[in-house]
């Protein structure tokens, strides 16, 4: 079973978001950053910092901008956090696209 992030929306957390288990994804320690801060302002702050991954490689094709939509966070909390020289994301162009580079997936054909 997998588990949600409740900061940064991450959505293959192996455990429960509690008991100082870290997010791989942002890094958070539940249990102890959050502990007194709302998992807005973790969220917030990560991504001012470029929502960089925390930990290891990230999945193939991460894109936290992309996680962040398909959770519904609205697009005008992210066009702060969109860091110089990228453009922002929409929900037309975000969907497959790499991070940092926001290009396109190559076509898939179907085989017959």
């Not at 249990?31 to 991504?47: A, C, F, H, P, Y």
Request: glycine share 8%; with cysteine.
């Amino acid at each position: 079973m997998n588990f949600i992030c409740p900061v940064c929306y991450f959505d293959h957390l192996h455990e429960p978001p509690r008991n100082y288990n870290i997010c791989p994804c942002c890094g958070t320690e539940f249990g102890n950053d959050d502990d007194g801060v709302s998992w807005k302002t973790l969220r917030d702050e990560w991504l001012a910092n470029g929502a960089h991954w925390f930990f290891e490689q990230p999945p193939i094709y991460w894109n936290p901008y992309g996680q962040l939509l398909r959770a519904n966070v609205p697009l005008d909390n992210l066009a702060w956090a969109v860091p110089a020289g990228r453009s922002l994301p929409t929900r037309n162009n975000i969907m497959g696209q790499q991070h940092g580079y926001f290009t396109k997936l190559p076509q898939v054909t179907q085989v017959a």
